[in-house]
């Protein structure tokens, strides 16, 4: 079996070249594959390899001033899911174009995947406000499923998300506003949006989606949920979704 993880920190990393460098060889000399970005404002992975080498990795990891005792998102596979290792230098770990939101500085304020189910199941939030789900993915992996009743604004690529959320102000306003992505990176920097711009009551699902399967399953949730690797998309059970009817996935899928 395959141990496949997703994980990702915002925080103030220097020294990128020489960065990559250790990483891709750590990465190498443990057999694992998969990808990671590396930004100015952080860090993005996807990882696949034998449980003893991917934990021997993130307590490697620790040595390095930031990426301290990451969490992970975990799932397993009975191959490996990815064809290579790459280790990316990017301007961001996630693009959305907007240089004032600055993750690595302040954290949004966030929901556990309880929480969220039992407001979903009360029909409102502890302060009796109506929730609104927002999907800050791209519109091809909102087909492969998301929460019921939940919005999204069609988007093709995440930098387009900061002019979408321009025309949806009126809509979200005097609601408790959820925000939610694959595995926590983009509803991050939303809902950091979301406030600057003036929604006051905004939160992120903590850990996205994944965390939301590993911790409650099923529940208010359809379909899979696509990941950026061979699997292309995983149930609530955190195995490989069935594809009978899935989209058909497109060459470049732009996260």
Known sequence: MFLNISTYRFCELSGLDTLREQLLQKCLAQELKGTIILANEGINMFLAGNEASIRDFFQWLNQFSGLEDIVTKDSWSDYQPFKKMLVKVKNEIIRMNHPTIQAFKKRAPSVSAQQLKQWLLQGHDDQG?????????????????????????????????????????????????????????????????????????????????????????????????FVFDDRIALDPELSEHPLENAPRRPHSVNN
């Open 129 to 225: 406000q109506q929730v609104v789900l927002l999907d800050t993915r791209n519109t091809f992996e909102v087909e492969f499923g998301t929460f019921k009743n939940a919005i999204h604004f069609h988007l093709e690529k995440f930098s387009q998300f900061p002019q979408e959320l321009s025309k949806h102000v009126e809509e979200l306003k005097d609601k408790t506003v959820v925000s939610f992505c694959t595995g926590g990176i983009r509803c991050e920097k939303a809902n950091l949006l979301m406030q600057e711009i003036g929604l006051t009551n905004t939160l992120q699902l903590n850990g996205g989606i994944l965390k939301y399967f590993e911790e409650v399953g099923q529940d208010f949730y359809e379909g899979g949920c």
